[in-house]
C-alpha cells in the first residue's frame, strides 16, 4: 500500500492578526502562547474524548481519568512551581511576558473550569451510558436491601479494622495528611466517653483498599454494580462514632508539591540523596484542595487554613474527589464490545524469516513503529545478546522500564553469565524515582556496572549498544528509540525503534556511552545529534538551510512531530522561516508555544495536534533540505530543558526506503487525519478538523489497517 500523498495545499488559519510593521520584533511576547495554559488546552482535548459517542463506552471513561490524572500531574508539577516563584518574589517571565503570578490566576481559572467540566462529563453522559449498558455505580439512595446487607458486611470485615479516626482537640492535632489520599472531614455533636466535644473529626480511606468494589453477582443480579469506597465509609460513619451525632460527613483530598529538590552542587550521593527527599513529596507544601461540594463553607475554609491555601486554590466537586480511580471500573468489565478492539501487532518479515537478529542486521537496518509493530523484536535483541557467547559487552540507558520488566531480567541474567554489562539508571524520571532506585540495587547486585549519568543533566536518551565478536572483528549494534524501553506502554504510545549495526552510528553511541559513564570531553559525532551539544544548534541549521533554499526559489518544507514545543528560539527560527515562505506543518500532541496564521509572521505554518487511541509519542524531524531529504527520529522535543539540560540523542534514518516509510506513514499520514487532528488557530485555541464531504481518515486506524491487518472501523 502506498501512502505518499500529494503535497498539502497551505491555507492560512487567521488573518485576524495582521500587522503593519515593517520589521517584526519575533521577541514580541504577543507572538508565543504561555505553555502551562498550552498543556491545559491539550487536556481539554483528552476530555473531548470522553464526550465523542463515535468511541467505545469504556475508552471514554478511560479519556476521562486520563484527564484527571493529568491534571494532578500538572497540579504537582507545574502549579506547585509557579507557587514557589510567587512566594520567593520571582518576577521573571518567559518569551509569552507573562509574571508567575499572572499565569497562576490565569491558570486558576481556567482550571476550575476544566474541573467543572469533568464532573459535567461523568455526570451527565459517562453514568448515563454506562446504565444503559447495565454497568451501574450505586449511590447511597439505591443501594436495595441485599446491597445494602452485602455492603454492611464488607464494611465490617474489610473497612473497619483497617480504619483510624482521629477527633480533633489537643491532644489529636490536625493530622498529616498524604498526597492525593482520600479523606474526610466529619462533624459531630455531644460528647465522648472522656467528656471531649471538639466537633470535628478526619477519617482517612485505608490505601489498602480498593476505592471500587464490585459487587457479586448474587447481589448485582448478574450485571456489573459497583460502590464506591467512599459511598461504603460514609454511609457507616456513625459507627466510628458511638454515642455522638455525626451532622455531616465530606470528602477532601490535598495535592501536594511533587517535584524533589536536589541542590546537584552539594550533593555527593545522588541515590542516597533521592532517597531522602522521595518521603517528602507526602507532606509537601499543598497546593490544591479539592472537598466535596456540599461541604459547609466554614468547613472548607477550616481546611484551606490547615492546608496554608488561599480561596482560589479550592476545587469543589461534584462526584468523586479522584476521577482517576475510576479507571478500574474499565479493568473489571470484561465486555470487549465496550472497548477498542484488540490487535496483533506487526512482526517485521525479515525477523519472522531469520530469528537471529544479529544476522539480519547484517543485510540492513530494521524500523520499529510502536504499537503497531512489535516491542518483541527489542527485547529479542537484549535476550539474544545475552545469550550469545560472542558478545562481549551490553550497554543501555533506563528512564522508565515499568514493575517486573523483562528487559531488567536479561540485563541481570547476562551479568551474572559473566558479560560486561552497564547500565546508566536515571534516577530522576519523574514519579520512577523509587522504581529506578530499586531496579538499580538490582542490577548492581547481579553484577552489573550502573551509573546515574551526569550531574545537572536527566539522561533521557534510548540508546542500546552491543558488542559482539565476529572472527577478527569487533561489531557494534545499537537500539535507538523515541519511546522508554517499557512493554506496557509500547503498546499504548506510538514510538519508532531503529535496530541498525550502521559503523559510523555504532561508534557515535560508543562515545555517549563513554560520556556518561566516564569524563572528559565531548567527542565529534559522525552521524548522531547529542544535547546539550550538537542537537540545538543542529536544528536550528537546518532550519535556516530551508530559508536559504527558499530564498533561492526552491521547494522548502519542514515537517516536525512531538510532544511539545517551547524553546523560543527554535519558534523564532520557524517564525523566520515562515516569512521566508518555508512551508512548515508541525504535529505536536501536547504544549505548542508558537502562534501559527499570523499574516506576515506565521501564515506558512500549521500545527496540528492528533488525540486518539495511542499517546502520540513520536519524535521525527523532516527538512527537504533541496531535494535530498533528511529524516531524523529522536528522544527530544522542542524543549529548553530537552536541548539544554538533557542528554538527548537524535539519530538519522538513512536507508531510503526507511526514511520513505517514516515521511509516508509517521509524517504525512498524520497531515491528511482528519477524524483526529485538532487544528491550533492563533488565538491558542484548537478546532477539531472534520471530515465534512471528503473520505474519514485516522492517521492511527490507517496504521492498524496497514500493519496490524485490522478491518476498518
Known amino acids: 500500500m502506498t501512502m505518499r500523498t500529494p503535497e498539502i495545499p497551505f491555507t492560512t488559519q487567521s488573518e485576524q492578526q495582521s500587522t503593519s510593521m515593517e520589521i517584526l520584533d519575533l521577541k514580541n511576547a504577543s507572538l508565543y502562547i504561555n505553555r502551562e495554559l498550552s498543556l491545559l488546552e491539550f487536556n481539554r482535548r483528552v476530555i473531548e474524548q470522553a464526550k465523542d459517542e463515535s468511541l467505545p463506552l469504556l475508552e471514554r471513561l478511560r479519556f476521562l481519568c486520563i484527564a484527571s490524572t493529568n491534571l494532578d500531574e500538572f497540579f504537582e508539577i507545574r502549579v506547585a512551581g509557579l507557587k514557589q516563584q510567587v512566594k520567593y518574589g520571582s518576577t521573571q517571565t518567559g518569551a509569552d511576558n507573562l509574571s508567575p503570578s499572572e499565569v497562576l490566576a490565569r491558570v486558576s481559572e481556567t482550571a476550575h473550569h476544566f474541573v467543572e467540566e469533568q464532573y459535567s462529563v461523568w455526570n451527565n453522559l459517562i453514568i448515563p451510558a454506562l446504565a444503559k449498558d447495565n454497568i451501574r455505580l450505586l449511590r447511597r439512595s439505591q443501594w436495595k436491601l441485599p446491597t445494602s446487607r452485602w455492603i454492611h458486611r464488607y464494611f465490617k470485615d474489610e473497612v473497619l479494622p483497617v480504619l483510624s479516626p482521629i477527633g480533633l482537640d489537643p491532644a489529636h492535632p490536625f493530622p498529616r495528611v498524604l498526597n492525593k489520599n482520600l479523606y474526610f472531614i466529619i462533624s459531630l455533636e455531644g460528647k465522648d466517653a472522656f467528656g471531649r466535644d471538639s466537633g470535628m473529626a478526619i477519617v482517612q480511606a485505608p490505601r489498602s483498599l480498593p476505592r471500587i468494589i464490585h459487587l457479586p453477582a448474587k447481589v448485582s443480579g448478574g450485571g456489573h454494580d459497583f460502590v464506591m469506597l467512599s459511598s461504603i465509609i460514609h454511609a457507616h460513619v456513625r459507627d466510628l462514632f458511638p454515642g455522638m451525632n455525626v451532622t455531616g460527613c465530606y470528602q477532601f483530598k490535598v495535592t501536594r508539591d511533587s517535584d524533589l529538590f536536589i541542590d546537584d552542587e552539594e550533593i555527593d550521593d545522588l541515590l542516597r540523596a533521592l532517597e531522602g527527599e522521595l518521603p517528602s513529596r507526602r507532606f509537601s507544601d499543598a497546593v490544591r484542595l479539592e ?34 480511580r475510576l479507571l478500574a471500573i474499565c479493568d473489571l468489565v470484561d465486555r470487549p464490545e465496550l472497548k477498542f478492539p484488540g490487535f496483533t501487532p506487526d512482526i517485521p518479515r525479515r525477523l519472522l524469516k531469520n530469528n537471529n537478529i544479529f544476522d539480519v542486521l547484517h543485510n540492513g537496518d530494521i524500523l520499529l ?101 565476529e572472527g577478527r572483528l569487533l561489531r557494534r549494534y545499537v537500539h535507538l528509540g523515541t519511546g522508554n524501553y517499557h512493554a506496557r506502554t509500547a503498546r499504548i504510545y506510538t514510538d519508532y525503534g531503529l535496530l541498525t549495526c550502521d559503523k559510523a552510528i555504532g561508534e557515535d553511541v560508543n562515545k555517549l556511552f563513554h560520556q556518561l559513564t566516564g569524563l572528559g570531553r565531548a567527542g565529534k559525532l559522525k552521524k548522531l545529534l547529542q544535547s546539550p551539544f550538537t542537537l540545538h544548534k543542529g536544528i536550528l541549521t537546518f532550519i ?105 540523542v537524535c539519530f538519522p534514518i538513512e536507508e531510503k526506503r526507511t526514511s520513505d516509510t517514516v515521511l509516508d506513514y509517521g509524517l504525512l499520514n498524520y497531515l491528511s487525519d482528519n477524524t483526529q487532528a485538532w487544528m491550533l488557530q492563533s488565538d491558542g485555541s484548537y478546532k477539531r478538523l472534520k471530515p465534512g464531504t471528503s473520505k474519514p481518515r485516522s492517521a492511527q486506524q490507517l496504521l492498524l489497517e496497514h500493519y496490524c491487518d485490522v478491518t476498518p472501523s
Open 369 to 469: 513503529h510502536h504499537p503497531f509493530q512489535s516491542f518483541a523484536p527489542v527485547i529479542d535483541f537484549l535476550r539474544q545478546a545475552a545469550a550469545d557467547p560472542n558478545v562481549l559487552s551490553i550497554k543501555q540507558t533506563l528512564y522508565r522500564t515499568g514493575a517486573d520488566s523483562a528487559i531488567v531480567e536479561i540485563l541481570k541474567g547476562a551479568a551474572r553469565a559473566g558479560k560486561e554489562v552497564t547500565v546508566v539508571v536515571e534516577l530522576r524520571a519523574r514519579f520512577d524515582e523509587e522504581a529506578n532506585i530499586e531496579l538499580a540495587s538490582e542490577l548492581q547486585q547481579a553484577g552489573a556496572h550502573v551509573v546515574y549519568g551526569v550531574v545537572n543533566y536527566k539522561t533521557h536518551a534510548k540508546m542500546i549498544l552491543v558488542v559482539r565478536r
Open 544 to 648: 535556516e538551510k530551508e530559508i536559504s533554499a527558499a530564498n533561492e526559489g526552491k521547494k522548502a518544507w519542514i515537517i516536525a512531530k512531538m510532544n511539545a514545543l517551547v524553546d523560543p528560539e527554535i519558534i523564532a527560527a520557524l517564525y523566520k522561516a515562515s516569512q521566508a515562505n518555508v512551508k512548515i506543518d508541525l504535529i505536536i500532541r501536547g504544549v505548542c508555544c508558537l502562534r501559527p496564521g499570523i499574516k506576515g509572521i506565521s501564515e506558512n505554518i500549521t500545527v496540528r495536534s492528533i488525540v486518539g487511541r495511542f499517546l502520540e509519542h513520536t519524535r521525527v524531524y523532516y527538512f527537504h533540505n533541496s531535494g535530498e531529504e533528511l529524516v531524523f527520529c529522536s528522544s527530544a522535543d522542542w524543549m529548553t530543558r530537552n536541548l539544554h539540560y538533557r542528554v538527548e
Open 291 to 324: 472537598v466535596a461540594d456540599n461541604c459547609p463553607a466554614n468547613l472548607s475554609q477550616f481546611l484551606l487554613q490547615k492546608f496554608d491555601l488561599q480561596p482560589s486554590d479550592l476545587y469543589q466537586v461534584t462526584g468523586p474527589v479522584n476521577l482517576g
